[in-house]
């Protein structure tokens, strides 16, 4: 059993067993002595220096312990969708990206001119059209102003594929996140699949560890996670538990959990090696330091020290 917060220190000179929750017995014997210096009567030279610590509420809870290894929320390497050579490069390694940036510009030179030519079609084509319906149907025939249409929209039509064309030569991030390294230069020629730079969304990482399946029945989803890296040896790292694996190995006997770890400071980085404890069985308990137990054959008591700065003595179980 586990305690992951302090003890207050006053009021009690009993002090009680680590991480074990005890409670008071209303009905156990009571002696009575005057405490010495740190709460002693006044004037008594035989009076016992004792400490005295305030008994208070703490969370207890049970810990299954693994290792576990980081991956990223989101994690691809950025690629070219059609074969051209790199015209502009518009990143550093190891940049911050948001959504939508561009990161690499294409030649695109042959497609600039198709979209000057379609851009031209079309503005001639609405051009006529608007002619046609100013003139009106008494001099311009229903079947010229629909075969006019037709022609505005199959202009349009051409000028939106080349749109695309054009934007197929922008490689943009797909999604928030931190880059690798640059893998092109000015000049290469990339084809389809050409790996250009990673990319690696890292505001919160997925934790991955394996625990026997003799454990699982005390993993659920949304268990509390603390996790430690040997890189950051006086920091903890905490999430939940979101997946439990379908299928347990049958070789090792072990199903994989995942855990979320949010990562706001961008410590952490995937493929790191992690000390990882699930909090079970989380319950609030009355504890007291293990030094305040006394055990005198099969009683245990402490002393505890009433308004009158008086120690006496309580069973406790």
């Known amino acids: ?101 561009i990161l690499l510009e294409l030649t695109n030179a ?80 990339l084809t389809s699949g050409t790996p250009i730079t990673t990319l690696d969304d890292i505001a919160q990482l997925k934790l991955d560890f394996s625990v026997p399946e003799t454990l699982l029945s005390g993993i659920t989803v949304g268990a509390s996670v603390v996790a430690q890296s040997a890189a950051f040896p006086n920091k903890e790292f905490t999430g939940e538990v979101t997946a439990i694996d379908s299928r347990v190995d049958p070789v090792t006997r072990a199903a994989t959990i995942r855990a979320i770890i949010p990562n706001p400071e961008l410590l952490l980085r995937p493929g790191m090696l992690m000390t990882t404890e699930v909090l079970t069985d989380r319950i609030e308990e009355l504890v007291i330091p293990e030094q305040a137990l006394i055990q005198n054959a099969a009683e245990s008591y402490v002393y505890v020290v009433d308004e009158n700065m008086t120690a006496q003595r309580r069973n406790i179980q």
Do not use: C, W
């Not at 202009?155 to 390294?181: H, K, Q, T, V, Y």
């Open 1 to 101: 059993m586990k305690s992951n917060t302090s003890i207050a220190a006053i009021f009690i000179a009993v002090l009680f067993g680590a991480a074990v929750g005890y409670f008071f017995n209303s009905d156990s014997e009571e002696e009575s002595a005057p405490t010495g210096a740190r709460g002693g009567a006044p004037g008594s030279s035989s009076a016992t220096l004792v400490e005295v610590i305030e008994v208070n509420h703490q969370e207890i809870y049970n810990s299954i312990e693994s290792l576990g290894t980081l991956t990223a929320n989101e994690s691809l390497t950025i690629n070219a969708k059609v074969t051209e050579t790199v015209r502009n490069i518009h990143f550093d390694d190891g940049e911050l990206v948001e959504e939508g940036d």
């Open 110 to 189: 042959e497609q600039s001119a198709q979209l000057a030519e379609a851009q031209s079609n079309l503005d001639e084509s609405e051009r006529q059209l608007r002619r046609l319906n100013e003139i009106g149907s008494q001099l311009a025939s229903v079947s010229a102003i629909e075969q006019a249409e037709a022609e505005v929209s199959a202009n349009r039509a051409r000028l939106n594929a080349i749109i695309a064309r054009m934007e197929d030569r922008l490689i943009r991030a797909p999604f928030d996140g931190l880059l690798g390294f640059r893998m092109v230069s000015p000049g290469t020629l």
